[in-house]
């Protein structure tokens, strides 16, 4: 896998030579700088509501999105190397049962059931969003990320890093358009060597067949008409090759694996008077090749997707009332099935609220089929209070419902793995949380999460080594997540900010399909009891030092929790200088990732980078 320089020094050029757009999108006073921030908060609209808040959000362009759940929740991912494979574990529950989310459609695999966050850049979304326990079909949550028409006018946004074990990093944005049409273009390309030293056998030796080579094209074309008409088109072309690098147990591998991903999707707005009308069409297609010479194995799978959702609402003094229908069609085909398969997904949701005072009563359900089976009745219930009083604002929330997931084409009908006879896992949530804020300067929230889940799903090993699918009959999740936020101004041109999140997870089998089964009380596989990550920046005169910790404890990797991972601590250094040209802003910046050299393992045998370094220039002209 190589990236040749001649074809760097043309990508270098393109930078460079976008620069003659004009824009400004961060304002300046004196020698100190006003950072664009993307602010994601509770909204009227009951399809988006969202828990959390994450300020800075630019500092993160052209970065991965894991990188952002790392620093700044209390989320889990498995981590199969830098730039390899990394899914989700949510409160407790699989990758398969958080659901990823694109301006509002569903983008997990319809083969694995999961997404995988290392191929999602952040530079090609205006903001990100956590939904835990709202009216959707996801057990865990929903994460999603969103697009915005840009507001009239050119501009341009680059971001290009470089960095240890041949690190290599491009995001380009241009922004254009008028007041009845806008657009959008967007270009990322990633490439990264992971050459890093590893422990074998007493030896320090360099990592093999890791390289990683990225490169996508986002597009999105907007049409707002004065009658209150928008219609929206985006366009997203993702193509990986990634090598699969030997675990620790093996000397040599030359394993890789090709993505390619093709997505579109048409979106037509209308909002008057308290109504508002959504359709949204999609097509997504996904390809997969994974090719292993030693195993001789060359298996290519591909899917086609085509997912349609339509949406009401009306809000009118006290009363909001949303309802939506969707109808989907996946097809998979795959070298590891015996034929392709075919299904056909549709259902309805309504949802409605009263406001009485500072009381929000909110309620709902959710009714789907596949392949004209029904799934059971999915209610949904919340209760919302709040007090304000000179700047304090104290919520007190409680929410319960009822979700339900149909198994993945892999879990059914995989050669030699998959199961037909699994069962839809059925999950009943319950959460109460907490929340406190003074003014801008302190947030602080406690949720006290449930799920009782019925035939959860989850792949693990037998005894011969082979991973199958089970339905563990039930298991009971339980736990507490804690988060703040702190914004202080210590001086003039001075700011800070404080940013710490910690959760407590007991996920457990309760009851088994097999008889005197060892894994009955036990924790899940790969589902930490603690996580802990702290963020804390100062900024003065342009200038910026952050740093993050994130502590992970110890995760069972077999399911009578007889072998375990280690639990490790991680701390990454960022320092930053603003810059203000004309109306144009710059930031350069170094980052140490790993400062003290853990060393450590997201998945077991898979080793993770130590210490290494980046180097990042933004432009924003």
């Known amino acids: ?21 004009l824009s ?13 921030e993307v602010i994601i908060t509770e909204s009227k609209n009951l399809n988006t509501r969202a828990r959390i808040t994450w300020d800075k959000l630019e500092n993160y362009s052209g970065r991965r999105l894991p990188v952002l759940l790392n620093d700044v929740s209390g989320i889990y991912l498995k981590n199969y190397g830098n730039g390899q494979l990394t899914t989700i574990a949510v409160r407790g529950t699989s990758s398969t049962q958080t659901e990823l989310m694109w301006n509002g459609i569903r983008i997990n695999s319809p083969m694995l059931g999961q997404s995988d966050f290392a191929l999602i850049n952040l530079g090609f979304y205006d903001n990100v969003a956590i939904q835990y326990n709202q009216l959707n079909g996801a057990i865990g949550s929903n994460i999603n990320l969103n697009n915005v028409a840009p507001g009239p006018g050119a501009g341009f946004q680059g971001v290009i ?4 074990y041949g690190l290599f990093d491009l995001t380009m944005s241009t922004f254009y358009g008028n007041s009845y049409l806008r657009g959008t273009t967007r270009f990322a390309v990633l490439q990264c060597e992971n050459n890093f030293p590893v422990k074998k056998n007493g030896s320090l030796i360099r990592q093999a067949n890791a390289g990683v080579y990225q490169w996508a094209l986002f597009q999105q074309a907007h049409l707002i008409s004065k009658k209150n008409h928008q219609v929206s088109l985006f366009f997203w072309l993702n193509n990986a090759e990634r090598q699969i690098p030997p675990t620790l147990q093996q000397m040599l591998s030359f394993a890789r694996q090709h993505d390619k991903s093709f997505r579109n999707l048409l979106h037509w707005n209308y909002e008057k008077k308290g109504l508002k009308l959504s359709s949204k069409h999609a097509y997504l297609y996904e390809y997969l090749r994974y090719i292993n010479p030693l195993a001789q194995l060359d298996n290519v799978s591909f899917t086609h997707v085509m997912r349609n959702l339509f949406q009401a609402g009306y809000s009118k003094g006290i009363f909001n009332f949303d309802a939506s229908l969707f109808a989907d069609y996946e097809y998979a085909s795959s070298d590891g099935y015996r034929r392709p398969h075919r299904r056909i997904l549709s259902g309805m949701c309504s949802k409605f609220s009263f406001n009485i005072q500072r009381l929000t009563l909110s309620g709902g359900f959710r009714q789907e089929l ?9 209610p949904y219930l919340s209760a919302n209070i709040y007090r304000s009083w000179n700047g304090h604002l104290v919520t007190v929330e409680a929410t319960g419902k009822r979700s339900f997931r149909f198994p993945t084409f892999n879990d059914l009908y995989w050669a030699g793995s998959g199961n037909p006879d699994l069962k839809p896992e059925d999950s009943w949530n319950a959460e109460a949380v907490f929340k406190y804020s003074y003014l ?3 947030n602080l929230s406690l949720s006290n999460y449930y799920a009782w889940i019925k035939n959860n799903i989850q792949w693990s090993p037998e005894a011969s080594g082979i991973w199958r699918p089970q339905n563990l009959k039930n298991v009971f999740v339980r736990g507490i997540e804690i988060s703040s936020k702190t914004n202080i101004s210590l001086a003039k041109q001075t700011t800070s900010i404080l940013y710490v999140s910690y959760t407590f997870t007991r996920s457990t089998q309760t009851s ?4 005197n089964d060892g894994a009955i009380g036990k924790q899940l596989i790969y589902v930490p009891i603690h996580r802990l990550s702290a963020m804390a920046a100062i900024s003065y005169k342009g200038f910026e030092v952050s740093a993050a910790v994130r502590y992970v404890g110890m995760r069972f990797i077999s399911s009578d929790n007889t072998e375990s991972l280690p639990h490790y601590t991680t701390a990454d250094l960022d320092l930053s200088k603003h810059l203000k040209i004309d109306r144009s802003t710059a930031r350069i910046n170094f980052r140490v990732n790993n400062l003290a050299n853990a060393i450590y393992q997201d998945v077991a045998q898979r080793p993770m980078p130590p210490r290494n370094f ?3 220039l933004f432009l924003n002209i």
Do not use: Y
């Open 161 to 164: 890093r470089g960095g240890s």
């Open 614 to 616: 980046e180097f990042t």
């Open 440 to 442: 801008n300067i302190f």
């Open 24 to 36: 400004s999108t961060a304002t300046f006073t004196g020698d100190s700088i006003e950072l664009k």
């Open 512 to 515: 088994s399909l097999i008889a």
């Open 1 to 21: 896998m190589t990236f040749h320089i001649t074809d760097v020094g043309r990508l270098l050029l393109l930078f460079f030579s976008a620069c003659i757009c």
């Open 370 to 378: 596949i392949d004209l089976k029904t799934s059971p009745f999915m």
